[in-house]
């Protein structure tokens, strides 16, 4: 009697073909959904800081609408490394052996270093007049109490208008603007100021605030005398006695 051949069970699972055809899909998925997020920009700010990263990191010039195609373009990077290395000679700096011509001052020295801070509230004049309003004494007693006792210095710096002073008592506009801020300052001595620390200066129509003005309210800002903070003490130029 023959023996019937048993026959292979089926493997357990799915087919090969099966798999390999689904890893396939699932990788195609994820690149079209790269593509999609990548391609909506819903913030601009991180696209510009991705960009600007890759621009950085790869080096070239114009960023990613310049990224070179031939291998021969060199990168930022590299030609910056290749500057740092070139040796500079004196000789490369001119060609010739003479000096420069020398002027008579080849030096500049500032005898009175220092800095300059515009504090308090301008003073205000009348038209032509050196004599300090009565409104605008309240302003100079405010600023003198809170500044007095203090060892820091000031520049009482004197403006006028452009107005001709024919006719006045003054001789030109810097006589004007200096008699504007010599009255400030003695007003300042009078509040309890140490006149040390006052330093007169005549600008007279040279620096105006306006320059444009033509209405009597415009041309005001012009007849004014500032009171600037200057960064240094009046102990600094103290005399030491001789040795």
């Known amino acids: 009697m023959a023996v019937k051949k048993k026959e292979k069970a089926a ?7 099966m798999v390999t055809y689904g890893d396939m899909v699932t990788l195609l998925l994820t690149f079209f959904v790269l ?35 031939e291998p021969d373009a ?20 001119s060609e010739t052996d003479d000096e420069g011509v020398k ?19 301008p003073v205000y004049f009348e038209e032509l007049s050196d004599e300090i309003p009565a409104d605008q004494i309240e302003g100079l007693k405010d600023f003198a109490g809170k500044r007095r006792g203090f060892t820091t210095q000031f520049e009482i ?5 452009p107005r001709p002073v024919d006719g006045t008592a003054f001789k030109d506009h810097l006589h004007l603007s200096f008699s504007r801020a010599y009255n400030v300052a003695n007003a300042l001595v009078d509040m309890g100021f140490d006149p040390r620390r006052l330093i007169v200066i005549a600008a007279g129509s040279n620096e105006p605030v306006n320059p444009a003005a033509y209405s009597n309210k415009d041309r005001q800002v012009n007849d004014v005398v500032e009171i600037m903070e200057i ?13």
């Open 231 to 243: 960064n240094r003490t009046v102990d600094e130029f103290e005399a030491s006695p001789p040795q």
């Open 74 to 93: 060199p990168p930022v990077n590299e030609i910056l490394k290749e500057i740092l290395v070139i040796p500079i000679k004196p000789e490369r700096v």
């Open 103 to 121: 002027g008579a001052q080849s030096h500049v020295t500032a005898i009175r270093p220092g800095e300059y801070f515009a504090v308090g509230a």
């Open 35 to 69: 593509l999609l997020s990548m391609s909506e920009v819903k913030k601009e700010d991180r696209v510009i800081e991705f960009m600007q990263a890759i621009k950085e990191t790869f080096g070239y010039i114009g960023g990613m609408d310049a990224l070179p195609t």
């Open 11 to 17: 493997a357990a699972g799915a087919p090969e073909w």
């Open 157 to 161: 710096r004197g403006h006028c208008g």
